[in-house]
């Protein structure tokens, strides 16, 4: 008989691992996506400028592979079961490459460091602040921004981004999607003061 207890209070921590195993739910992988439109067709045969986009920065809160949200008492949810397929600062950067490239087919747009491409003439430095959001309230962007002239070492233009939308739906496919429209939005702005740039 004691031997037998022995036995089953031996099984019972593995049964209850096991069942809390069974119990766990699958992680969720997400990607923020770029603008999907083709460039436009107004291409010429001119030189075209090569722009550097990078280095991208992010709040060291973000820099891990959960999806952190921001709670009204000034905490972070951090999803243990709902995280980026890829770090997220490198998704950021190739997403505005990509948008910039798509916004800008006159251009090309290398991604930081580009060094196996040479050199750029211009190179736009973001530092990201904020790219978060509010459960139920809102998905927020903050960033400061500024576009060097590579080759002479000077300050072109610079600004600072803030971007707020309300955000209804929180759950996480909806969530990365208004994350993904913040960054098209933010690249729409870079791309006009490139277009001013000669």
């Excluded at 490239?101 to 747009?109: S, W």
């Excluded at 996480?172 to 006009?192: C, D, H």
Aim: proline share 8%.
């Amino acid at each position: 008989m004691a031997n037998q207890l022995s036995k089953w209070l031996i099984l019972l921590p593995a049964c209850t691992l096991l069942s809390a195993c069974l119990s766990t739910p699958p992680t969720q992988f997400y990607l923020l996506e770029p603008l999907s439109e083709p460039p436009s067709s107004s291409a010429t045969a001119e030189k075209k400028r090569q722009i550097g986009i990078g280095p991208v920065s992010i709040p060291a809160l973000l820099e891990r592979k959960q999806i952190v949200t921001r709670l009204p008492d000034n905490s972070v949810k951090i999803a243990e079961f709902h995280q980026w397929a890829s770090p997220l600062k490198n998704n950021v950067a190739q997403v505005l490459t990509h948008n910039l490239a798509t916004l800008q087919p006159n251009d090309l747009i290398r991604a930081y460091p580009w060094s196996a491409y040479g050199t750029v003439d211009y190179r736009i430095v973001i530092d990201i602040i904020r790219f978060d959001t509010r459960p139920e309230q809102s998905v927020n962007f903050e960033a400061n921004w500024s576009i060097m002239n590579e080759k002479k070492h000077t300050l072109l233009s610079n600004g600072h981004t803030k971007i707020e939308h309300p955000l209804n739906d929180s759950s996480y496919p909806s969530t990365v999607k208004a994350l993904n429209q913040i960054l098209s939005e933010f690249s729409q702005e870079l791309s006009a003061v490139l277009g001013k740039l000669n």
